[in-house]
Antibody
Framework: EVQLVESGGGLVKPGGSLRLSCAAS????????MNWVRQAPGKGLEWVSS????????YYADSVKGRFTISRDNAKNSLYLQMNSLRAEDTAVYYC?????????????WGQGTLVTVSS | QSALTQPASVSGSPGQSITISCTGT?????????VSWYQQHPGKAPKLMIY???NRPSGVSNRFSGSKSGNTASLTISGLQAEDEADYYC???????????FGGGTKLTVL
């Protein structure tokens, strides 16, 4: 069974940093691209970042470019999101999501999410 | 403002059929067959319901179907059931960005 479990969320002050983790199991993690998608309270979904299976291709939304860094450790079956210079508008539930088959543009499995709150 | 336009809400009675639209441009919905649909119940993670416009993942009820005409994609749910009440989001590949784009979401109410 595919499982994605996020951790690392919490309350942080504006300008602070936080590192999110996503532990994957039930599939060959190293074969799949992975994504971070966020959802602000009461709002819709927003793509945040994507990383290919071997980390060769990395993409960011304009809203987080230069502040967030996505990475993965295939030996540990883990995905990460380092978030720096956090702003109030980064407050959201952050989901880790597995991309479908190679070259696809959808996410077939999602974690339960971890809440990040940026507030003084 | 979301890149893809969805109605804020739709409703239907049990057993009826409803359709949720997702309107984009020739740079996204209209130009590629990479539209997907997600169902999200309150407090839960999104669940993939349709991918590549018309394909249903294993385990998703055949009451859910997808289609596309021009720049508008649609999700149709037939034989509405109470458990279908949820938010629905469309998403598409777009050549305007290296990441996909979502619609603003549609709240489905089963009367």
């Amino acid at each position: 069974e595919v499982q994605l479990v996020e951790s690392g969320g919490g309350l942080v002050k504006p300008g602070g940093s936080l590192r999110l983790s996503c532990a994957a199991s039930g599939f060959t993690f190293s074969s799949y691209s992975m994504n971070w998608v966020r959802q602000a309270p009461g709002k819709g979904l927003e793509w945040v970042s994507s990383i290919s299976s071997s980390s060769s291709y990395i993409y960011y939304a304009d809203s987080v470019k230069g502040r967030f860094t996505i990475s993965r450790d295939n030996a540990k079956n883990s995905l990460y999101l380092q978030m720096n210079s956090l702003r109030a508008e980064d407050t959201a539930v952050y989901y880790c999501a597995r991309e479908g088959s190679s070259g696809s543009y959808y996410c077939d499995y999602w974690g339960q999410g971890t809440l990040v709150t940026v507030s003084s | 403002q979301s890149a893809l336009t969805q109605p804020a809400s739709v409703s239907g009675s049990p057993g009826q059929s409803i359709t949720i639209s997702c309107t984009g441009t020739s740079s996204d919905v209209g130009g590629y067959n990479y539209v997907s649909w997600y169902q999200q119940h309150p407090g839960k993670a999104p669940k993939l319901m349709i991918y590549d416009v018309t394909n249903r993942p294993s385990g998703v009820s055949n009451r859910f179907s997808g289609s596309k005409s021009g720049n508008t994609a649609s999700l149709t749910i037939s034989g509405l059931q109470a458990e279908d009440e949820a938010d629905y989001y469309c998403s598409s590949y777009t050549r305007s960005s290296t990441l996909g784009v979502f619609g603003g979401g549609t709240k489905l109410t089963v009367l």
